[in-house]
């Protein structure tokens, strides 16, 4: 197989606060191939965003600060790298879409013209050829009268509006890696769909490696290649798409795939939840940070954390009551209701 696009090994990012130290992301690795889609996956605070603004070297400082690891962009460490370095590399090699579209658009500045200046620079193109590939782009994330929309300011569009055009500015450059923040949370399902197989098929042609950060588990199953589920800042479970709905190996990934409404299950069964809260990042436990909400649980586990191991081929959790999970499991049926490829 050929060598990644993104690498990152060992990443580790904290964050200093009046409570303490954070450990925000705690010895994440992960990889992406060209032309390939993984999705991250987890509670809100289980450290994905962090992630992804690690890769990208956004972390602000203070309070945050990158810690320990390599990030390799197509062998590149960008943690070795000086700012106007990245600043060369955002937004052309690798690109992210965020969660705010509103905090990421210029107020000042027209829409259109944010997005050209971004194409001028990276790919010395004209500023007429530029005007072209934006309105082009527009139309492709299903903004209507792009040749009107590309003068307005930002305040003129709605939010799901603003949310089209950054996912525009982000793949304005055809970039090797894109980063997607929960982008499609504030659109219509209709154009969720859209841009979802968009991004699927300009993954496959341009051989674009792709980080999917999002909640929504049914594009999860229609869009990725391979999954990572988070939890404490830790990656616990990494498996190629289809063995992680069906069989999945952590408690945790159980626990999410369970509470997923499903068209399939009796109308008198109640979603299963997970019990407790999700662990306080500044006072982690030695063990498993899962070991307060986790059914299957022995001492053991609060001793040491468990190592992300595989157990089945390319699938891994960090886990030591793995069996016990494969056999207490009940195949969540969120491919079935959601469509899933």
């Keep these: 197989m050929a060598d990644p696009v993104l690498e990152v ?58 810690v320990g690891g390599s990030v390799l962009l197509q062998g590149r460490d960008l943690l070795t790298l000086g700012e106007g370095q990245m600043q060369k590399i955002r937004g052309h090699q690798a690109a992210m879409v965020f969660q705010n579209p509103m ?7 027209k829409i259109g013209p944010q997005i050209m200046e971004s194409m001028e620079v990276h790919l010395g193109i ?39 055009a950054m996912i525009a500015l982000a793949l304005s450059c055809r970039p090797r890696l894109l980063i997607a923040d929960e982008p499609t949370t504030a659109l219509d399902v209709t154009i969720q769909a859209e841009i979802v197989n968009f991004v ?9 490696a792709v980080l999917w950060i999002t909640h929504d588990l049914g594009i999860v199953a229609g869009l990725c290649n391979r999954v990572a589920v988070m939890y404490a800042g830790r990656i616990v479970e990494l498996s190629p798409r289809r063995p992680l709905f069906t069989r999945p190996l952590h408690p945790y990934t159980h626990g999410l795939l369970g509470s997923v409404p499903s068209l399939e299950r009796q109308a008198s069964r109640r979603l299963a939840a997970i019990p407790g809260a999700p662990p306080d990042l500044a006072r982690l436990p030695a063990g498993c940070p ?12 609060l001793e040491e954390a468990p190592p992300l191991r595989e157990w089945e081929p390319e699938h891994r959790a960090a886990c030591y009551r793995v069996d016990d999970v494969r056999a207490q499991r009940q195949a969540p049926a969120v491919e079935t209701a959601r469509g899933a490829r």
């Design 290 to 301: 899962f070991y307060p909400r986790c059914a299957y649980h022995v001492d053991g586990c």
């Design 103 to 109: 905090s990421s658009l210029n107020p000042t500045m």
């Design 126 to 164: 004209g500023r007429t050829e530029a005007r072209a590939r934006t309105i082009e782009l527009f139309q492709t994330v299903g903004i209507p009268h792009a040749r009107t929309r590309i003068d307005q300011y930002p305040h003129e569009f709605s939010g799901g509006m603003r949310q089209r």
């Design 9 to 66: 090994r060992g990443l580790r990012t904290h964050l200093w606060t009046k409570r303490g130290v954070i450990r925000a992301v705690d010895d994440v690795s992960l990889e992406i191939h060209a032309g390939e889609v993984v999705g991250l996956v987890g509670e809100s605070g289980s450290g994905k965003s962090m992630t992804a603004l690690s890769i990208m070297r956004l972390v602000p400082e203070p309070p945050g600060k990158i």
């Design 200 to 208: 699927k098929r300009l993954a496959r042609d341009m051989h674009m």
